[in-house]
């Protein structure tokens, strides 16, 4: 599986690396120590930055996307704990029916971590 996403990634990869040769060629202009770069290596120049960019943008896409999910995680966990006391706040007439469920629940969690 991670072979097969390895060759389609490269295949994304080389698909942008030939639009942005052949398609989008007076868009950006590459310019070394004042002097604008003409000839065979301008193409090469242009493949080598625009896969460093896209190495870079994967990258970070990756970091955020780990960044994010915990950030996430942290921030679901408020908002239960946040619930569970404004519920209750709301009704506290179910604590006497809350407390024998917890007492279940935290048996049934006893018992099925030891099996």
């Known amino acids: 599986m991670a072979r097969k996403l390895a060759i389609i990634l490269a295949v994304i990869l080389l698909a942008f690396v030939v639009w942005g040769l052949f398609y989008e060629n007076h868009a950006i202009t590459i310019v070394v120590n004042g002097q604008q770069v ?57 604590l006497p029916l809350l407390v024998p469920l917890a007492v279940v629940w935290a048996f049934i969690a006893l018992v099925r971590n030891k099996s």
């Not at 003409?38 to 994967?58: D, N, Q, R, S």
């Not at 995680?73 to 239960?80: D, E, N, Q, S």
């Open 38 to 94: 003409t000839g065979p290596l301008k193409g090469a120049i242009g493949a080598g930055g625009m896969v460093v960019a896209l190495i870079a943008l994967f990258g970070v896409a990756t970091l955020l996307l780990f960044v994010f999910a915990g950030l996430g995680i942290i921030v679901l966990a408020g908002f239960i704990l946040g619930g569970v006391v404004l519920a209750g706040f709301a009704f506290p007439f179910l």
